[in-house]
């Protein structure tokens, strides 16, 4: 079956360091979103993209940044991690642009100390 | 851009009773709104969506409605059972645009 995964499902680290999320589909869907999920504020969007190659910035962007080298995958990258980005990331696809149908990963529980 | 709030922020309720949740817009050009549940340490599921062209869905148990006068639309689950009990999140977007706002979420018990 078709699946969306994420990676790690958990990951405390430091001020400072880089950190990379990754994200994995097998839907072969073109749409690709970062969400970030924190008490009171829903779901927000950090970056998306519509096909290789091609990103742009979502909502909460700053302090983040994504690639689109294949299809299936959309890692999201914290330059500088702050404990500002403590939060629950999401990652999802959709077949169509306005994310209708949209399907989310399990999502990756993000700590900086 | 559009801002979506979502009431009540928790709701408990008897099984069997009806659950209703609430969400208002605020970009009038908005005529996509879908409804996520989230259960215990998995992502959001999409369960019902509804377009502007209309102004009820039902699916099951399961229920929209939209009034786009008064840009509010609302979830409606009847007969509700334990296993309802989750975090659903309304949503509001311009269908084909990216910029689709959240509510807040509301976590919904249902107490047996």
């Known amino acids: 079956d078709a699946e969306i995964t994420q990676s790690p499902r958990h990951k405390i680290t430091e001020t400072g360091r880089q950190v990379t999320l990754a994200c994995h589909q097998t839907w072969n869907h073109n749409n690709m979103f970062w969400y970030r999920q924190d008490l009171g504020h829903g779901l927000r969007l950090i970056h998306y993209?519509?096909?290789?190659?091609?990103?742009n910035k979502g909502e909460v962007s700053d302090g983040y940044s994504v690639s689109r080298s294949n299809t299936e995958d959309l890692p999201l990258t914290l330059e500088s991690a702050a404990s500002s980005q403590t939060s629950v990331y999401f990652c999802a696809s959709s077949e169509t642009r306005g994310r209708t149908e949209a399907f989310f990963g399990q999502g990756t529980r993000l700590t900086v100390v | 851009g559009e801002n979506v709030e979502q009431h009540p922020s928790t709701l408990s309720v008897q099984e069997g009773d009806s659950a209703v949740i609430k969400c208002t817009y605020s970009?009038?050009?908005?005529?996509?709104f879908p409804w996520y549940k989230q259960e215990l340490g998995k992502g959001p599921q999409l369960i019902i969506d509804?377009?502007?062209?209309?102004g009820e869905k039902k699916d099951q148990r399961i229920a929209v409605t939209l009034n786009k006068t008064a840009k509010h639309f609302s979830l409606h689950i009847t007969e509700t059972q334990p296993e309802d009990s989750a975090v659903y999140f309304c949503a509001a977007s311009i269908m084909n645009n990216n910029d689709m706002r959240f509510g807040a979420g509301t976590r919904l018990t249902v107490k047996p």
């Open positions: 993209s519509y096909g290789v190659q091609d990103t």
């Open positions: 970009d009038s050009a908005s005529n996509y």
């Open positions: 509804i377009r502007s062209n209309v």
